[in-house]
């Protein structure tokens, strides 16, 4: 069934259950959060790529208002929630100076399979210890989705789109174990790279070999 919500394009993916952290400086998006402050409505964020809105996006809720500066511009906290299809983009919504759409909520399969999710934190374990990045991962599964991770794998904001709009399970799996074996290797040797240029100038104390 088709709907009317606001819409907030940005150069962002959003995954469901994200936690999303914007600065609100544009009045017209001042004016959406506080409709969501004081109607209780959520907002859309469709991905803006290359010039253009993308159709697919995700429905995001306000959690809170963190600050409001002497401008009148914004620190907010939201969670993302489900994907939906435009199916009309408004440059105004009704009366309103923000954006908004008519929409088409779209299921995503949130059955993933848990031994495969294991896998998968197991190899983002090793791609994060390479990568040096410093995130917390769950110890098991059960609170875990594939989602969670899509931002850290080395997607470029193309592949981050078209993983929000696969929106099959096992597929989504898949695609996110090819990703880290393909660059779990690559980053292993930048590592290794960057380690020799280190001891470069250094005094190297070799054995020769004989003759």
Do not use: W
Not at 9 to 24: D, K, T
């Amino acid at each position: 069934m088709s709907r009317q919500i606001a819409l907030f394009p940005l150069q962002i993916v959003v995954f469901p259950g994200e936690a999303v952290n914007l600065h609100i400086f544009e009045q017209r998006y001042r004016d959406l959060i506080n409709d969501c402050k004081d109607n209780g409505i959520t907002f859309g964020i469709p991905a803006f790529q290359n010039g253009t809105i993308k159709e697919f996006g995700t429905e995001v809720k306000l959690k809170s208002i963190e600050n409001i500066y002497p401008g009148g511009e914004m620190d907010i906290k939201t969670e993302a929630m489900g994907i939906f299809r435009i199916q009309e983009f408004f440059p105004e919504m009704a009366d309103k100076r923000y954006p908004g759409g008519v929409v088409k909520d779209y299921e995503f399969d949130r059955n993933e399979d848990p031994q495969l999710n294991e896998q998968i934190l197991a190899y983002c374990r090793q791609l994060f210890a390479a990568m040096k990045i410093n995130r917390a991962l769950p110890d098991d599964t059960s609170n875990f989705t594939t989602y969670d991770i899509a931002h850290y794998v080395g997607f470029n904001p193309e592949q981050e789109y078209n993983f929000l709009t696969t929106l099959g399970a096992t597929t989504r799996q898949q695609v996110i174990i090819d990703q880290i074996s393909k660059i779990l290797p690559v980053v292993r040797e930048m590592e290794n790279l960057r380690a020799r240029a280190q001891l470069n100038g250094h005094f190297k104390h070799l054995k020769p070999p004989k003759f």
